[in-house]
């Protein structure tokens, strides 16, 4: 009997991805509640802990089935942009993004719920942020295109003030495509 792969997410971005790839999957969003990172912890490690923690969730409440949750974050050093509370949240983080290079950090865990075997990776790339005029910047708040998106922005929607200058563009979007077809063939025993 084939494996079922269920992604533990709501993000239609995320299923886009899947689908366009050719996956066959279920979709069953975790109900973990996105804390603030304790002080000292990485971008890195935050998004690797949110993902293992939404597909431990969602492999518990399941019990059977390839659990598969991805958590993205934006960086400015080690400040991380999650998605913008309001506004004035947006505005703030688009500001310290301006004229610089961001991380875009994608915590990726497999969770195979029966035997509670699980891998992990992390994924970085580079998005290259150009300064905006105050009426550009404006404009883009007034749009509400930043809203449910880390660091508040999505290249998916071809804001012209960002590129990938570095990296996976599907990282960026919120799932690289490429560590999760490496991490499914480097563990074929998680699908069987």
Known sequence: MKTTLVLAS??????????????????????????DPAP??????YAAELSWRKAGAVAA???????????????VGNEILNKPLDRADAERMIRLQEGRDTEVITGLCLYRAE????????EVSIVRFRPLDDAERVAYLDSGRWEGK?????VQDHDPF??????SFSNVVGLPMERLA?????????LG
Do not use: K, M, N
């Not at 490496?182 to 998680?190: K, V």
């Open 115 to 122: 035997r509670r075997e699980w891998v992990g990776a992390v």
């Open 150 to 154: 880390s660091g508040g922005y999505g």
């Open 40 to 45: 000292g912890t990485s971008p890195a490690e």
């Open 61 to 75: 409440r399941r019990g059977v089935g390839l659990i598969l949750a991805a958590d993205t974050v934006c960086a």
């Open 182 to 190: 490496e991490l499914l063939a480097s563990h074929p025993g998680l």
């Open 162 to 167: 960002v590129h990938v200058a570095a990296g």
């Open 10 to 35: 709501a993000s239609p971005r995320r299923r886009q991805l899947l689908a366009e790839a050719g996956y066959s999957f279920e979709v069953d969003p975790s109900d973990v509640i996105e804390l």
